[in-house]
Every structure is written in C-alpha cells, then in structure tokens.
C-alpha cells in the first residue's frame, strides 16, 4: 500500500519540542514501513523522519504564525494543501490519503477527483460547526477517544470509521529515571489545559511544580519577556500570553513553582519521567490526550480532572486519579504514591504501543478504501 500522510504545514515531524499531532504521525510512520506501507509525507522541510519521500511547500514549522490572525494565517495552511492536491493529481499510484489537517485537508481533499482519504480529527469538534455540519461524504474520518465522538455532530459521527487512541514510542520502551518531587504539566500554556489550576493548588499544598510548554507558540520565558515589554506585537495581548502574566504567573516563585517554556528530546522525557505525577487539570473536554498516554509510558501516574478523554485513558485508582473538583483534585495529588508505576507502564504498553495504533489505523485504511467511491469505480 502506497499512502500519503498529511501532516500539515505547522511543525517538523517529529516536532523538536510541543506537537501533538506531530508526534503521533512520527509514531505510526515507522510502523506503518515496518509493515510494508510506502509513506510519501507531506510537511515542512525540516522534518527528518525517514520516509519514502516528503513533499513540502514551507522549509520549516509554521506553527509561530498560528496565532496571527485569520486573514494573515488562512494562506498557509491552503499553500500546503494545495502543493498535496497537485501531488494527487500529478501521480496515479497513492492508495489512499491519511490526512491530519484541521477543515483545509478535507475541505480540499473533498473537491479532488482523487483516491480515499482518511481524516483523523484531533480536534474539539464544537469548532467548524457549519463545516462539520454539512461534512464532505467522501470522506472516512477517526476520531482520537470514543468520548470525542460521541460529541461529534451528527454528519461526523455518520462518517466516523471508529476511535483510534494516541500512542507513544516511549510504551514498552519509557525512559527509567530517579523519581523526583516535582509535579509536572506537559502542554501548551492556555486556558483550556488549566494551568492556573494546578498552579494554585500545589501553592496551597506546598509542592514544587514544573509547568512546560509553548505559550502562544513562544518556547522560553526570553520570548515572552520581548513580547510583554512591546504593546506593537502581534502577541502583546493574545489571550493565551494574557492568561500566563495575569493568571499564572501569579502562583510562580521562580524556584519551587516554574515555568520553563517548551522541551523536547531527551530533555523532556527526563524531566516527565522524574516527575512525581502528572497533572491534567483540563478546563475543556480533550479530545484525544497525547501528554496522557506518555505520562502512563513512562510510569508518571496522571492525575486529572474527569472531563474528555481522560476516564477512557486513566483506570481510576489503578493507573491514575480522576477528579470531579479542584478540592477532590488536592486530595488525590496527596495520594499520587498509591498508583504502582509499573502498572501505568504495562497499561501504556498494552493500549497505547505504536504497534497497536498501527494496526487499528491499517484496518480503517482497509475500510476508507472499500467504502471510497473512487474504490467502487
Ligand atoms: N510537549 C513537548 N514539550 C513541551 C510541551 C508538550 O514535547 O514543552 C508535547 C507533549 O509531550 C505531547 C504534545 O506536546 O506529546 C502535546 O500533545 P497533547 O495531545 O497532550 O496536547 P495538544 O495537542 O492539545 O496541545
């Protein structure tokens, strides 16, 4: 099978710090070859995993753009896909198109005479309603948990081919560490992953807290000084820089209580797989939970709140701790030492390998192509 694996233009595959999707499509692409899948990659320039061929429009991540606004943004996404839909039409020998960009990949996609496609949806689906209410028939989607789709409007759910959950390649093989005292987030500094939450209660508990990750695509508290010392850049006032200074930073000391910006490589892994717990104090209902699945791997007990994806990954009192409030949230971070480490790590590997997400992926590959009219032609 020949596939093309759209990865978008925002970041490097695999991502050198923060990215989600990145990361998942770097995680089944090796497996994906390893069963005999040709992979023609469509990303940036500077991604180096090793494929069959990559195809690009941009050089490198366009992720810093993200937060611009639309009508500075909205062109970049549509050069990628638009460098995609010429490949599809300049070659007859692609099987099917397993696409990761949010509304452009099937927006375009639909509007080609061209082979099946696969759309995994990594997003809260709540967004794009009009397009998601009127969604391409053409074309196949996944959803990334079974408690995103069962949220999904109805045309989705119609085309959805099941869940697939995110894996890790650190399932099996996590990174052993010291343990150490400190409590971690892992992701992007904003509203929705509730870093204020955890924030205030480990200022309340007394306990040292490490916060990583981008905030508004800026990677180090370096760039974020620049931008709040300057009211003429376009980040000055984003709403995710705002909630860092104004609802964040208020619970940091700078020693105990931190915020790094983002890590990657090996970095990252040391500093997730030394932390005592994981927190997911999660202000909205995530989708799919990649920081999760990792922090399982690498035997990091997650302790979240009950909202999203995160019961259908966190086994209760086995493999973590959910909470339905702040106060309940306190309380398990106290008890984080009852999960046994080495049962969250044969979960991630039993559920969350990149070999099992490979083959789920290549059963829906299966199906795209047998239910895709152009197939039926
Ligand atoms: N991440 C990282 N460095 C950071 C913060 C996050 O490498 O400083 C990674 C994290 O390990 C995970 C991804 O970025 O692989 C975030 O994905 P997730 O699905 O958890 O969140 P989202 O895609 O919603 O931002």
């Known amino acids: 099978m020949n596939i093309l694996l759209n990865a978008g233009p925002w970041l490097p595959v695999p991502p050198p710090g923060y990215g989600g999707i990145e990361n998942v499509v770097a995680t089944l692409i090796p497996e994906l070859r390893a069963r005999g ?5 469509a990303s940036v320039g500077t991604s180096a995993i090793e494929v069959d061929e990559l ?8 992720f810093p753009h993200l937060q611009k606004p639309y009508n500075q943004v909205m062109g970049i996404a549509h050069a990628h896909q638009a460098r995609v839909a010429e490949e599809l039409r300049r070659r007859d020998d692609i099987d099917l198109v ?9 927006g375009v996609l639909a509007a080609l005479d061209g082979p099946p496609v696969l759309h995994t949806l990594h997003w809260d689906l709540h967004k794009h309603a009009a397009f998601y209410d009127s969604f391409p028939h053409k074309i196949a989607v996944n959803g990334v948990s079974h408690s995103q789709l069962a949220r999904a409007p109805e045309a ?5 081919l099941g869940a697939v959950h995110l894996a890790t390649p650190l399932a099996g ?7 150490g005292e400190h409590l971690v987030v892992m992701g992007r500094v904003c509203g929705l992953k509730g870093q204020h939450v955890a924030a205030r209660i480990c200022q309340k508990l007394d306990l040292p807290l490490t916060l990583a990750g981008p905030v ?3 990677d180090t508290p370096a760039e974020l000084e620049a931008v709040a010392q300057d009211p003429s850049h376009p980040l000055y006032g984003h709403p995710d820089v705002r909630y860092l200074v104004d609802h964040v930073s208020t619970y940091l000391d700078g020693d105990r209580a931190t915020w790094i ?7 990252r892994d040391r500093l997730y797989a030394s932390a005592r717990a994981s927190l997911f104090p999660i202000q909205w209902d995530e989708p799919g939970g990649t920081a999760v699945v990792e922090a399982l791997a690498l035997g990091v007990p997650p302790v979240g709140l009950r909202r999203g994806c995160l019961p259908e990954i966190i086994d209760h009192g086995r493999t973590g701790f959910l909470a339905d409030t702040e106060e309940e949230l306190a309380e398990w971070i106290l008890r984080v030492d009852e999960i046994d480490p080495e049962e969250c790590r044969r979960e991630a590997a039993r559920r969350f390998s990149p070999a099992v997400m490979a083959e789920r992926y290549l059963e829906l590959y299966e199906r795209a192509i047998r239910r895709s009219p152009v197939a039926a032609r």
Not at 55 to 62: C, K
């Open 37 to 41: 899948v040709r992979v023609v990659l």
């Open 55 to 62: 195809i690009s429009v941009y050089a490198d991540g366009q």
């Open 98 to 106: 397993h696409d990761h960009l949010e509304v452009v990949g099937p």
């Open 156 to 160: 989705l759910r119609r085309a959805a």
């Open 173 to 179: 093989t996590g990174l052993r560490v010291e343990r």
């Open 216 to 218: 508004s695509g800026l």
């Open 261 to 267: 910006g983002s890590v990657g490589g090996e970095d």
